[in-house]
Nanobody, 122 residues
């Protein structure tokens, strides 16, 4: 059973940075980040496979250039570097994983963490 534990969330002022981490209990092919703001649907941020190939989701065009997904395979850990944060980035951020390919939608991911809250104040 794969377990995912996120960390690194918190409160920051607009323009600031945070780095989220997601530690997996085992090595797994695809890991990704999603976020869900209160009252809104969950949206994809990005995913990365074990070879370093990245996928930025179509609904995250506004995040490109500000958010960077990386992973450390030796530590089974996924990261999301978030720079130039905006109040609209406020959300619960979830780590997700799948063993065989990188899905295009949230419902196709097999494993989910509990989430870490990011709050950006203006």
């Amino acid at each position: 059973q794969v377990q995912l534990v996120e960390s690194g969330g918190g409160s920051v002022q607009a323009g600031g940075s945070l780095r989220l981490s997601c530690a997996a209990t085992v090595s797994i092919y695809c890991m990704g980040w999603f976020r869900q703001a209160q009252g809104k649907e969950r949206e994809g941020v990005a995913a990365i496979n074990s070879g370093g190939g990245t996928l930025y989701y179509a609904d995250s065009d506004s995040l490109k250039g500000r958010f960077t997904i990386t992973r450390d395979n030796a530590k089974n850990t996924l990261y999301l570097q978030m720079d130039s944060l905006k109040p609209e980035d406020t959300a619960m951020y979830y780590c997700a994983a799948r063993g065989d390919w990188c899905p295009l939608s949230a419902r196709q991911f097999e494993y989910w963490g509990q989430g870490t809250q990011v709050t950006v104040s203006s």
